[in-house]
């Protein structure tokens, strides 16, 4: 069955960088996009971008333009996202989600368990 | 950007009662729109798909509807496992955006 596993909980000071890992399983791996999505505490979902596996290309979420990396190892079928210049805004939840669906019709099918990002002084 | 705008913010409703949330687009997705649950602590769980299409698992009480920048999702009577946040989501640009959510409570 599909699973996506991510990394652990990590705190971080302002003004540094955290990676994210997000490893898949129980599919082909460079058959559909990731896509990385945030949940600040008490707030709702924010899609911050997504990459294909199969050439690591990623497109990404204007507001996290130039701050935010995302790239595959298809040695492992993980997927990382790196935000960098954290603020304090930046604590948050953070999920990958597998791309589904047909025929042009496209939806978050599977989700990793989130990763806690604190960011604090 | 596309902007997805819910209603309401939040709702108290009561277990059997039939519950609609709504999902304005700022424009046209045609019927590229998903709706989520998400229950605390745990990842969204897609349950619609293309407006209107029921995932497999999805209990039938659950139904999508709309094209084009309104879209309803209506549950038709309430369950205990429902109260959740519900949130829309547009398919259609590259930016994938989503609704602010819509707290379903007691």
């Known amino acids: 069955q599909v699973q996506l596993v991510q990394s652990g909980a990590e705190v971080k000071k302002p003004g540094t960088s955290v990676k994210v890992s997000c490893k898949a399983s129980g599919y082909t791996f460079t058959s559909s996009y990731m896509h990385w999505v945030r949940q600040a505490p008490g707030q709702g979902l924010e899609w911050m971008g997504m990459i294909d596996p199969s050439d690591d290309s990623a497109s990404y979420a204007h507001k996290f333009q130039g701050r935010v990396t995302m790239t595959r190892d298809t040695s492992t079928n993980t997927v990382y996202m790196e935000l960098g210049s954290l603020r304090s805004e930046d604590t948050a939840v953070y999920y990958c989600?597998?791309?589904?669906?047909?025929?042009?019709?496209?939806?978050?099918?599977?989700w990793g368990q989130g990763t806690l990002v604190t960011v604090s002084s | 950007d596309i902007q997805m705008t819910q209603s309401p913010s939040s709702l108290s409703v009561s277990v059997g009662d039939r519950v609609t949330i709504t999902c304005r687009a700022s424009q046209s997705i045609n019927t590229y729109l998903n709706w989520y649950q998400q229950k605390p602590g745990k990842a969204p769980k897609p349950l619609i798909f293309a407006a209107s299409g029921l995932l497999s698992g999805v209990p039938s009480r659950f139904s999508g509807s709309g094209s084009g920048t309104d879209f309803t999702l209506t549950i038709s009577s309430l369950q205990p496992e429902d109260f959740a946040t519900y949130y829309c989501q547009e398919s259609y640009s590259t930016q994938w955006t989503f609704g602010q959510g819509t707290k379903v409570e007691i």
């Open positions: 989600a597998r791309i589904g669906g047909q025929m042009d019709t496209y939806y978050f099918d599977y």
